[in-house]
């Protein structure tokens, strides 16, 4: 099963419907990928900033919503995915945790019901253990409780930590570029969080002082 | 040093997923609690009278509607649907029927009440009459139709759009609904790939739901997940959402019912 880049005419699924419909002697084999196609493309309309071009699929998208995709297509993928990570303007990875926190804690954004333009959360506690106070946190993504810590970044400024901060970075920004079919939304690269809110995250992330090092 | 690090690290989890249990066990037993009263059966009672008045335009009641069991026959009803009517030449869900029945037999405009909000007007009678239909095949178990062509299409369909990534947060259904033993925050996720898992969530709704303390159909549990999905807004009675619910429904076959439910 994949889905086409494109949507297909109008007309084409119904047509084999139809005939299925009307009960043809000899069965026509049905394209369900086109099927489902087009009645994607007609069963949702815009709400608020919800507009109807979110349905269109990027390449990584649309490989990702099949089964079992070619190791080739993936790493293809995580080739390009990887290029578009942009490090931070200011050389600066690192902002306030306690703001991170906030942003950790905070599922809004880019709904339909979310006013446009209103800076999104990070959504971070709906998938991931962060710090120990907070019992309330998700499991689709793995605990990143202790996450500096474990990784032995005492010094987050240190040299000897810029491997593990510029691939946290990266992660945050795209996770598709080290995994091609990461359930994580790509922060940074689909504009959801600005460079200021990824720099607080990463604080909260790998500040000695933050709660998820505590 | 490291190891007693890692060793308090892990003394850390276990003492956090402990609370995190605890807490699942006290909304568990919340919910029990309620259960013994859920307040759907308000919904059911007021759906009952309604599936029984004369009302719309034609002043006609509900009582011939066919939910594919035949005219009038309510019992048994709801866990065979979605399935594929003649007379519309559609494969419809419990609320796209209701929408036809209550044009032909009452002469209600089916496509403004798909255009009203969810709880307002007709809408708010709907999810009445949702939970009287569902609460009538209380206990009895999904048993999907999957004879007609077109049942088995809007299955494979159905199975493509629950995979189909796309928005601004890549997300798809099976982002959240796609594997065991899963939660957002301390939500549990059903596993809607699954039988057992599509039993406990296709087979849960209509369900009363306490934190906002309305009565929600599938129809408007699909639409909130496609907000929180950031897609934009599915259509009532959409043929996207009936396919969802054949193929989340097929692969309930065999559950038993419990909706009307009880849910956070």
Redesign the interface.
């Known amino acids: 099963?994949t889905?086409t880049s494109r949507w297909i005419a109008p007309g084409a699924a119904l047509l084999v419907?139809g005939a299925?419909?009307a009960g043809c002697a000899t069965?026509p084999t049905?394209d369900?990928?086109k099927?489902?196609l087009e009645?994607?493309k007609?069963?949702?309309?815009?709400?608020g900033q919800?507009?109807?071009d979110?349905?269109?699929?990027d390449e990584?998208?649309?490989i990702?919503?099949?089964?079992a995709p070619a190791a080739a297509d993936l790493k293809r993928i995580e080739t390009a995915e990887l290029a578009t990570i942009k490090p931070p303007a200011s050389g600066r990875y690192l902002g306030d945790w306690r703001e991170g926190e906030k942003l950790a804690q905070n599922g809004r954004g880019?709904?339909?019901?979310d006013p446009a333009g209103a800076p999104a959360g990070g959504n971070c506690?709906?998938?991931h253990?962060m710090s120990?106070a907070e019992?309330?946190?998700?499991?689709?993504g793995p605990?990143l409780?202790?996450y500096g810590?474990?990784r032995?970044v005492k010094d987050p400024a240190d040299p000897a930590a810029a491997p593990i901060v510029q691939y946290t970075w990266g992660k945050i920004w795209n996770a598709?570029a080290y995994s091609a079919c990461s359930?994580m939304?790509?922060f940074g690269h689909?504009?959801?969080l600005s460079e200021q809110q990824i720099q607080d995250l990463m604080a909260l992330l790998l500040d000695p002082k933050s709660p998820v090092n505590q | 040093m490291k190891r007693h690090l890692v060793l308090l690290a892990a003394g850390a989890l276990i003492g956090a997923s402990a609370a995190a249990q605890s807490s699942a066990d006290e909304i568990a037993k919340y919910r029990a609690m309620l259960a013994d009263g859920n307040p759907a059966d308000l919904w059911e009672a007021k759906g009952e009278a309604l599936w029984k008045q004369a009302r719309g335009p034609k002043n006609a009641s509900l009582q011939q509607c066919d939910l594919g069991r035949g005219p009038g026959v309510v019992k048994g009803a709801f866990v065979g649907l979605p399935r594929w009517f003649a007379d519309t030449q559609r494969v419809q869900d419990l609320e796209s029927r209701l929408l036809t029945c209550m044009q032909t037999l009452q002469g209600f405009d089916a496509a403004e009440i798909a255009k009203t909000p969810f709880g307002r007007g007709e809408q708010a009678n709907i999810e009445s009459l949702v939970a009287y239909v569902s609460a009538e095949s209380r206990g009895m178990k999904f048993a999907l139709p999957q004879a007609h062509p077109a049942e088995r299409t809007m299955y494979e369909a159905g199975k493509r759009i629950f995979f189909y990534r796309a928005g601004p947060y890549d997300f798809a259904c099976a982002t959240c609904h796609s594997q065991e033993g899963k939660r957002i925050r301390l939500q549990d996720l059903p596993d809607l790939t699954q039988a057992k898992g599509a039993g406990a969530g296709f087979g849960a709704w209509p369900a009363y739901r306490v934190s906002s303390g309305e009565l929600w159909g599938m129809q408007r549990r699909l639409n909130d997940c496609y907000r929180q999905q950031r897609f934009p807004y599915p259509g009532y009675a959409s043929d996207a959402t009936i396919a969802l619910g054949v193929y989340m429904g097929v692969t309930a076959q065999g559950a038993e019912s419990i909706a009307p439910a009880l849910k956070r």
């Open positions: 099963m889905f419907v299925v419909a069965a049905v369900y990928d099927v489902a009645m994607i007609g069963s949702f309309r815009e709400q919800a507009k109807v979110r349905l269109q699929q990584a998208q649309r990702c919503s099949g089964p880019m709904t339909w019901t506690y709906n998938c253990q120990k019992i309330s946190f998700g499991t689709i605990s409780y202790h810590k474990l032995g598709k359930e939304p790509r689909a504009k959801v």
